[in-house]
């Protein structure tokens, strides 16, 4: 079975620029999940959705960052304008999300690490 | 937003010693209690998990113990191995009736092994 899957692995930009991260989460998840993980600290929910709606995006910094499911599937987390603390990690995870089915844990993919200068 | 305390920030034991992880939680409404091991340059990946309803769980050298009204719940590592050497996260959540689930992590314990 295939993983969640992230790109870019890595993205270095400077601070007022924009950047784009992808998420393929595991077949048939309906739940997903955008981490922001900041060095030494552990991750931090950014966004959650369930199918293509959103579930809790309340730490979600919506003055510069934005996220969508388009068709309840891939996903894209962007910001824009990046600011310097905004380097962190940024951690895609998918769970099944069915009633009955949900054994509660979620799948991390490897990551996108951000650098801004 | 709720906080869930872990400590200690790091860990080092001997090959073959006990390492013990602890975990404080604020929301008695939690009702999901997992364990996530992180290796560098890896997403965290699900380790054990307990529910409220039991005070231990045990999988191979991994054992969660569960303290529900003192809002604690602990990892022990026993018969430690250098390849456990790794970041742990407690995790606090809530399972909801809709199938999804919502989980706030602790800051994380570097545990090193030594052999």
């Known amino acids: 079975e295939a993983g969640v899957a992230q790109s870019p692995r890595y993205k270095i930009i400077e601070k007022r620029q924009s950047v784009a991260f992808w998420c393929n989460p595991i077949s048939g998840h309906a739940t997903l999940y955008w981490y922001q993980q900041i060095l030494g600290q552990g991750p931090k929910l950014l966004i959650q959705f369930q199918n293509n709606g959103v579930v809790d995006d309340s730490q979600l910094p919506k003055d510069r960052f934005s996220a969508e499911r388009l068709k309840g599937v891939d996903s894209t987390l962007k910001i824009q304008p990046a600011k310097l603390e905004d380097s962190a990690v940024y951690l895609c995870?998918?769970?099944?999300?069915?009633?009955?089915?949900?054994?509660?844990?979620?799948?991390f993919g490897e990551g996108s690490r951000l650098t801004v200068l | 937003q709720q906080q869930v305390k872990q400590s200690p920030q790091s860990l080092i034991v001997q090959k073959g010693g006990i390492s013990i992880i602890n975990c404080a939680y604020e929301?008695?409404?939690?009702?999901?209690f997992p364990w996530y091991q992180q290796f560098p340059g890896k997403g965290p990946a699900l380790l054990i998990a307990?529910?409220?309803?039991?005070s231990e769980k045990k999988e191979g050298r991994f054992t969660i113990s569960f303290n529900k009204s003192a809002k604690q719940f602990s990892l022990h590592i026993m018969d430690s191995q250098p390849g456990d050497s790794a970041t742990y996260f407690c995790?606090?959540?809530?399972?909801?009736?809709?199938?999804?689930?919502?989980?706030?992590f602790g800051a994380g314990t570097r545990l090193a092994v030594h052999p």
């Open positions: 995870a998918s769970s099944l999300g069915y009633l009955n089915a949900n054994t509660g844990e979620l799948f």
């Open positions: 929301n008695t409404a939690f009702d999901y």
């Open positions: 995790a606090s959540g809530s399972m909801f009736s809709g199938g999804y689930n919502k989980l706030i």
């Open positions: 307990i529910r409220p309803d039991v």
